[in-house]
C-alpha cells in the first residue's frame, strides 16, 4: 500500500507539474465581494484543507459578516486589521488548481488609499477580474483599477458583475452595468472583456451555470479561467537576461546569474553585454549544479562564457544579432502611489530589472483624467493620478518599452531618503534627444582653469531660514576672499528670481525647480575655476544632496547658518514673517512650509550666537 501510495503521490505530482499556470487578480471598488468570490474558488475547487474549514467555521462566527454561513472572505482576508474592518488592506495571493491548469491569484485592496498594492499585484498578472457591485455600478475606484490594469500590460478581462441576488438577478441591471463599463474601456486595448453575472456568496455561474439566471449563456466564470488563452507570442524571441548576480566562489569560476525575460539561449550562441556592448559568446548554462543544453524565459540560470569580459550586476546579456535600446531619457507612464506629491527636477532611486540608478522626472507631459482619460496639464503629482512623464537618469540603461517586454520595460521609484517606493512607471519609447546630444570633450578643463586663477574652486552652499544671515554672510566672505586675490560669484536667491528663475513660484515644485536651475549654474561656474557662493534657503534636504551629488569630493561645502525663528523674525525688515503668520503670504518656509535642517553640513553657524564677522573668521578657517 505505501509503494502504490507513493506511486500516486508521484503521479499526482507530475501531473500538476505539466499544466499550465495562470496568473491573475480581482480587483474594483470597495466590498464589491472580491475576497468572498476568491474564497468561494477555493471551496468550489476542493482546495481547502479539512483544518482550514474548521478554522474557518470558528473564525466565521467571530469575524463573519454572513450571519449563520460560512463567510468565504476569512480565507484571504488574514491580518488582523482586516478582519475587524471587513476589509481587504494588503494583496493575498493564494494557489489551486483544476484538472486544466494552476492558479495563483492575487486578492487586490479595493479602498482607494491602498491602490499601489493593487498595482503590485497587477504587475504580474496575465488575467484581471475585475469585479463590480450589481446594485452600485461602475465606481471611480471601478474606472482606476482598471486603468492601472491596462497600464501594466494586461490584456485579458474578466467583468464579473457581482451579488447579482441582492438585486434578483435581474438581465437589464447586468446589461445596463456591461454597457457601461464597455463604452469606458473601449480604448484600453484590451483583447478579451468577458462580462460574467455571478453571485460569490451563493456560487451562482462561479464553477456551474445558475438556475437562477436562465437569459445567461455564456461560460461560467471557473469554465472560462479554465480555457481563456492569455498567453500570447509578442513576435519577439530574442534572448533577455538581467544579470542579478556575478558568482565567483572561486578564481576557477565566474558565472553570471540571473532569470531569463524573454528568449532562449544555449552554449555557442553570441551574445552581447549591454550597454557597454560588448560581443562573447556562451561557454556554458547551468540549472542549479546541472550542466543544460538550453534555457528559456523564466528559467533561473547562471551562464559562463567564454572569454573573460567585464560584466556586473544590472548589466544585461542579450542576443548579440537582436540587441536590446540603451538611453537615459525616455517617455514613460508613471503611477504615483503616495500623499506626498511629486515634484519635476526631484532625485530618485530608479530600480529596472536588476539595475539601480538616479532618475530626474524633467516633464510631467499631461496627466489622465481618471474616469474620462481626458489630458489634463499638471505641475506635480497627487496619490494615486496617471501621467505621461519625461524621464532622465544619471547613466543609460538597457530597456524595452513595457508593451515589449515587462521585465526590461517596468520600473519603480523609491525615495532617496525614505526608501518609500513611490512610484510605478511603464517606459514608452527613448526620447530622440537621448541619442542626438552627446558630450563635447574640451581642450580645457577645471584644473587648467583653476590653476591659472591659483585656487581650489568650490562651491559654498548657504542654507537656512530667511532672515537667518545667509546673504550678509555671503557677501562679506565674497568681499574677503576678493581681498586676497581670490576669483569669485555670489548668487543669490533674490537676485536670481529677478532673472533666470522669475518664472517660479513658491510651491515646492517650483521650490524643487529652483535649487535645480541655481545648482546646474554654481557646477558650470566651478567648471571654470570659481569659487562659488550660493545663499538660497533650499528647505529640502533631498534637494541640497542633489546639488551636493553635482561636484566632485571636496568642492560642495554645506554651510547651515542656524538662527532661531524668534530671531529671524525679529531682523524681518521686509514684513515677511508677519504677512506669512496673517495668512497672506502662502508656502513661506517656517511657518506653513517647511524646513528641514542639514544633517551633518560641512560648517554649522550658530549666528544667532556668533557675531556676522566672527561667523566669516569660521568660513575662512574651514575654507583654508
Not at 50 to 56: G, T, V, Y
Not at 235 to 243: E, H, M, T
Not at 495 to 518: P, Q, S, W, Y
Not at 599 to 621: F, K, M, N, R
Request: proline share 3%; with cysteine.
Amino acid at each position: 500500500m505505501s509503494m502504490l501510495h507513493a506511486k500516486d503521490i508521484a503521479s499526482f505530482l507530475d501531473g500538476q507539474r505539466d499544466k499550465e499556470t495562470l496568473r491573475f487578480i480581482t480587483c474594483g471598488s470597495v466590498d464589491d465581494g472580491k475576497s468572498t468570490l476568491i474564497g468561494r474558488l477555493l471551496f468550489e475547487s476542493k482546495s481547502i484543507f479539512d483544518d482550514q474549514l474548521q478554522a474557518l467555521e470558528t473564525d466565521s462566527r467571530q469575524y463573519g459578516t454572513q450571519g449563520e454561513k460560512i463567510d468565504l472572505a476569512l480565507l484571504v482576508d488574514g491580518l488582523q486589521a482586516e478582519r475587524e474592518q471587513g476589509i481587504t488592506i494588503d494583496v493575498a495571493y493564494r494557489f489551486f488548481a483544476t484538472d486544466r491548469r494552476r492558479y495563483i491569484v492575487a486578492d487586490t485592496p479595493g479602498h482607494e488609499q491602498y491602490t499601489r498594492n493593487m498595482a503590485t499585484g497587477a504587475s504580474t498578472a496575465d488575467l484581471a477580474v475585475i469585479l463590480i457591485d450589481a446594485r452600485k455600478g461602475v465606481l471611480t475606484q471601478t474606472r482606476r483599477h482598471s486603468r492601472i490594469v491596462a497600464m501594466m500590460g494586461i490584456r485579458h478581462v474578466v467583468l464579473a458583475v457581482n451579488k447579482m441576488d441582492l438585486v434578483e438577478c435581474d438581465q437589464s441591471v447586468y446589461d445596463a452595468i456591461v454597457e457601461d463599463y464597455l463604452a469606458f474601456a473601449s480604448g484600453f486595448g484590451f483583447t478579451t472583456v468577458q462580462a460574467i453575472p455571478l453571485s460569490g456568496l451563493d456560487g451562482d455561474n462561479v464553477l456551474n451555470h445558475s438556475a437562477r439566471m436562465p437569459w445567461y449563456s455564456g461560460p461560467s466564470l471557473m469554465g472560462y479561467l479554465d480555457t481563456v488563452e492569455v498567453h500570447e507570442s509578442n513576435g519577439r524571441d530574442a534572448f533577455r537576461l538581467p544579470v542579478q548576480w556575478v558568482n565567483r566562489p572561486n578564481l576557477d569560476f565566474r558565472g553570471f546569474c540571473g532569470r531569463i525575460a524573454e528568449g532562449t539561449v544555449r552554449p555557442g550562441d553570441t551574445l552581447r553585454v549591454l550597454p557597454s556592448g560588448v560581443s562573447v559568446e556562451v561557454k556554458a548554462i547551468l540549472a542549479g549544479f546541472d550542466e543544460v543544453e538550453s534555457a528559456c524565459a523564466g528559467d533561473s540560470v547562471t551562464i559562463t562564457l567564454s572569454e573573460e569580459v567585464d560584466v556586473s550586476r544590472g548589466d544585461v546579456l542579450v542576443a548579440a544579432a537582436a540587441p536590446a535600446e540603451v538611453a537615459d531619457q525616455f517617455e514613460a507612464r508613471l503611477l504615483w502611489m503616495v500623499e506626498h506629491p511629486m515634484s519635476p527636477g526631484r532625485q530618485y532611486l530608479m530600480k529596472l530589472a536588476c539595475k539601480e540608478v538616479t532618475a530626474t522626472i524633467t516633464d510631467i507631459k499631461y496627466r489622465e483624467d481618471v474616469n474620462t482619460g481626458t489630458h489634463l496639464a499638471a505641475k506635480n503629482l497627487g496619490l494615486n493620478e496617471i501621467a505621461t512623464v519625461n524621464l532622465s537618469t544619471s547613466a543609460p540603461v538597457v530597456f524595452e518599452p513595457y508593451a515589449v517586454n515587462r521585465v526590461l520595460g517596468g520600473f519603480i521609484l523609491v525615495d532617496k531618503l525614505t526608501f518609500e517606493t513611490v512610484g510605478a512607471g511603464m517606459i514608452d519609447f527613448a526620447l530622440r534627444r537621448a541619442s542626438n546630444i552627446h558630450w563635447q570633450a574640451l581642450e580645457l578643463n577645471r584644473t587648467v582653469r583653476a590653476a591659472q586663477k591659483h585656487q581650489s574652486p568650490r562651491c559654498i552652499w548657504f542654507t537656512g531660514l530667511s532672515g537667518s544671515g545667509k546673504s550678509t554672510i555671503a557677501n562679506l566672505l565674497e568681499k574677503r576672499l576678493h581681498a586676497e586675490g581670490k576669483h569669485t560669484y555670489l548668487l543669490d536667491g533674490d537676485n536670481v528670481r529677478h532673472g533666470l528663475n522669475r518664472d517660479l513660484g513658491f510651491t515646492e515644485a517650483d521650490r524643487v525647480e529652483n535649487i535645480r536651475r541655481v545648482a546646474e549654474v554654481a557646477k558650470l561656474m566651478v567648471d571654470a575655476g570659481l569659487i562659488v557662493l550660493v545663499s538660497f534657503i533650499s528647505p529640502f534636504i533631498s534637494e541640497r544632496r542633489m546639488a551636493r551629488d553635482l561636484f566632485a569630493p571636496g568642492e560642495f561645502i554645506e554651510v547651515y547658518v542656524d538662527t532661531p525663528i524668534e530671531e529671524c523674525e525679529r531682523r524681518d525688515v521686509k514684513g515677511l514673517y508677519a504677512k506669512a503668520r496673517a495668512g497672506a503670504l502662502k508656502n513661506f518656509t517656517g511657518i506653513d512650509s517647511p524646513y528641514e535642517a542639514p544633517e551633518v553640513p560641512e560648517v554649522h553657524l550658530h549666528a544667532g550666537q556668533l557675531s556676522t564677522p566672527a561667523c566669516v573668521d569660521v568660513l575662512v578657517d574651514t575654507l583654508g
